[in-house]
């Protein structure tokens, strides 16, 4: 498995405004991918991150909404922006390590837009 | 419909009891099956994950997956108060893209 750390673990933004959240791995992984976590609802896959271009986003979530980097193998952000209540959730960084295919994920960034 | 539907409970059991938490989905392209704990304020643990229909023994824990009736469950033998936790499953139809479609989770006390 992969020690994940994400940063800020919790913050309270203003309408309006942008937050970046970091996902730290401990060692190179594979593949890493972005979910949100709504209240009261499951996990909902935003993104997966590609090193070196651009991330491939699912149904409902773009780009200028959700812009992501991942520079190198252990290592991406996701933006929030433009940011409304509606963006309210917890925000969560997934990996998979080398040789396996299982999904580790991170502590997560629980976010609230006033 | 959604494609995977899992019963949010929440669920109270007394220590010691047998738990089952299940899960039923739509699409037969699900290939791969797991479980998830998750804690309160905390990131998904992954417990279990098989993929191919049967049971998979882990300690306390028994997942199980009936491809042909599109249902798994997971059953917790001895629960233990720190079982309490939200249980997720998650399905996948193919190892290559890592897309993981979760069940809304299962909240589960058990009780001392």
């Known amino acids: 498995s992969a020690v994940i750390s994400q940063k800020p673990s919790r913050d309270i933004c203003q309408r309006g405004t942008s937050l970046t959240i970091q996902c730290q791995v401990d060692?190179?992984?594979?593949?890493m991918f972005w979910y949100r976590q709504q209240p009261g609802q499951s996990l909902t896959l935003i993104a997966t991150a590609n090193q070196g271009s651009e991330a491939t986003y699912e149904s409902g979530f773009v780009i200028d909404k959700f812009p992501i980097s991942r520079p190198n193998l252990t290592f991406s952000t996701l933006t929030v922006s433009n940011m409304s209540p509606e963006d309210s959730s917890i925000y969560l960084c997934?990996?998979?390590?080398?040789?396996?295919?299982?999904?580790?994920f991170g502590p997560g960034t629980r976010l609230t837009v006033l | 419909q959604k494609e995977v539907e899992q019963d949010p409970g929440p669920l109270s059991v007394p220590e010691g009891a047998i738990v089952s938490l299940n899960c039923t989905y739509s699409?037969?392209?699900?290939?791969?099956f797991m479980w998830y704990r998750q804690y309160s304020r905390k990131g998904p643990e992954l417990l279990m994950y098989t993929y191919s229909s049967g049971n998979k023994e882990d300690g306390r824990f028994t997942a199980q997956v009936d491809k042909s009736s599109k249902y798994i469950s997971l059953f917790i033998r001895d629960s233990q108060p720190s079982d309490s936790a939200t249980y997720l499953c998650a399905l996948r139809v193919s190892s290559n893209t890592g897309k993981l479609i979760f069940g809304q989770g299962t909240t589960l006390q058990v009780k001392p």
């Open positions: 997934s990996v998979t390590t080398g040789g396996t295919d299982t999904q580790y």
């Open positions: 060692s190179q992984v594979t593949m």
């Open positions: 699409n037969s392209a699900f290939q791969y």
